[in-house]
Nanobody, 124 residues
Framework: QVQLGESGGGMVQAGGSLRLSCSAS????????VGWWRQVPGKEREFVAA??????ATYYADSVKGRFSISRDNTMVVLQMNSLKLDDTAVYYC???????????????????WGQGTQVTVSS
């Protein structure tokens, strides 16, 4: 099993920054990447960003390109969020992407393990 834990959420004013961290533990050899997803009540969980552990390649949703940055330091993955907007308010989840999955980094079914989530609230 893979365990994932998020930290760093909170409340910030629009235009501000937050830094989310995801710590992976357990059988991390089962994953080949980590993704960040977010969800607001009544909506589907949506892709935010991901990083490949094999190549270091990064992937971003169009809505966060140029504002968010994902990086990795061993088993810690950081999502740096700048120029935050009201629409960024959500619960943010980190997730472990399965090895040997057929889906790409943007596909939710490619991810087999999820953290508990951390709330990010952007206020005006």
């Amino acid at each position: 099993q893979v365990q994932l834990g998020e930290s760093g959420g909170g409340m910030v004013q629009a235009g501000g920054s937050l830094r989310l961290s995801c710590s992976a533990s357990g059988r991390t050899s089962n994953i080949n990447g980590v993704g960040w997803w977010r969800q607001v009540p009544g909506k589907e969980r949506e892709f935010v960003a991901a990083i490949s552990w094999m190549t270091g390649a990064t992937y971003y949703a169009d809505s966060v390109k140029g504002r968010f940055s994902i990086s990795r330091d061993n088993t810690m993955v950081v999502l740096q969020m700048n120029s935050l907007k009201l629409d960024d308010t959500a619960v943010y989840y980190c997730s472990g992407r399965r090895k040997f999955t057929g889906g790409d980094f943007y596909t939710k079914s490619s991810y087999g393990w999820w953290g508990q989530g951390t709330q990010v609230t952007v206020s005006s």
